[in-house]
């Protein structure tokens, strides 16, 4: 009899899920096939439910999250064997031949599969992925809170390594959401001084809890204007729009204003305020398998975790509307 999965999908656009099962196929001989024990919600599982970007299919399983153990492995997978707890994120599959690839750039791969878009995720009891996007679980990093690291977590530290990023650094980290509150808790055991740019003053306590020296509100110009030349890194973790000719301004010599929160409004720049101090604006996807691994490493170091919420896997739904209303603190866990 065909193997069969379990998991919630969406039917549509902006719908509840629904319990759905679906018949994998042939496990290909480099995929490994992952029995889900966890997966994290993120707000890109919120854009490909409500189809957001226009690239959702459906039925569609959410969830790019996973923690979970290997059950089977195709006979080409390597550095993998069954009984693994490995970790899944935003990418399960690259083509391994592109120069991307071959420069141990995956993430960049121009053919890469995403673990939700075209294919089915976590929202699951069971998921399937190519092995070099399985990455083992350090046995010191708590399973139950890991999921978020591989999406939100690898997303806001990959451009810290990709980037150098000196412990000497002054650094700035806007938002203080799900991938905010992890970026300051990285960068402030990478040694920078880091100020984080909040628009709620509730979150001025937890913001130098999780590792803000400073804390100074997005929208205060005079508190920003103050600030011009001060910063070599800054990270933007926010969605919204917000003044940036004060924050390129607020850059140092050689200074950059880094996106990896998805803002839909194009980013006005004039070409002197980035010429005349050699100013950069940049942005990036999620981190390549090694850097995911490296960034494991330095959680268990660190001892360094998302702030998560659990919910049951079957309410999901409840879940979700949590994280729609913008209650969650910051990462939401849905348990097997």
């Known amino acids: 009899m065909a193997e069969k ?33 966890s997966c994290g919600i993120c707000h890109s599982d919120l854009s490909m439910i409500d189809n957001d970007w226009g690239n959702a299919g459906y039925p569609l399983v959410p969830g790019h999250e996973v923690i979970g153990t290997i059950e089977k492995a195709g006979d080409q997978v390597k550095g993998l064997a069954v009984g693994d707890r ?10 391994l031949s592109c120069q991307p690839c071959l420069s141990g750039n995956h993430n960049l ?69 799900g991938l905010g509150h992890m970026a300051l808790q990285f960068l402030n055991k990478w040694g920078c001084e880091v100020t984080a740019f909040t628009s709620s003053e509730s979150k001025a306590d937890e913001a130098r809890k999780l590792g803000a020296h400073h804390v100074v509100a997005t929208r205060d110009k005079a508190a920003l204007a103050k ?55 940049s942005g990036s996807p999620l981190g390549s398998p090694a850097t995911v691994a490296k960034m494991l490493d330095f959680c268990a170091r660190h001892q360094i975790a998302p702030v998560t919420e659990t919910f049951a896997m079957n309410d999901v739904n409840a879940a979700l509307d949590h994280l729609r209303a913008g209650k969650a603190r910051h990462r939401i866990i849905l348990k097997n």
């Open 5 to 37: 999965f379990h998991g919630w999908a969406a039917t549509k656009a902006k719908q509840a899920l629904t319990e759905f099962e679906f018949h994998p196929g042939e496990l290909h001989p480099e995929q490994v096939q992952i029995k889900v024990e």
């Open 86 to 95: 490995v970790g899944l994120g935003w990418f399960a599959g690259s083509c």
């Open 109 to 177: 791969c121009a053919s890469a599969e995403q673990t939700i878009v075209g294919r089915h995720g976590g929202f699951a009891d069971r998921v399937r992925a190519d092995w070099e996007w399985a990455i083992k679980l350090p046995e010191t990093l708590d399973p139950a809170s890991a999921g978020p690291l591989f999406c939100g977590g690898i997303t806001v530290f990959a451009p810290i390594t990709d980037f150098g990023v000196k412990p000497t650094h002054r650094v700035g980290v806007i938002g203080i959401g």
């Open 227 to 281: 600030l011009a030349g001060s910063f070599d890194f800054i990270l933007v973790t926010a969605n919204v729009t917000l003044d940036w000719d004060l924050f390129i301004a607020a850059l140092a010599p050689d200074g950059r204003l880094h996106f990896v929160g998805a803002v839909l409004e194009p980013v006005p720049v004039s070409a002197f305020s980035l010429i005349g101090a050699r100013k950069s604006i």
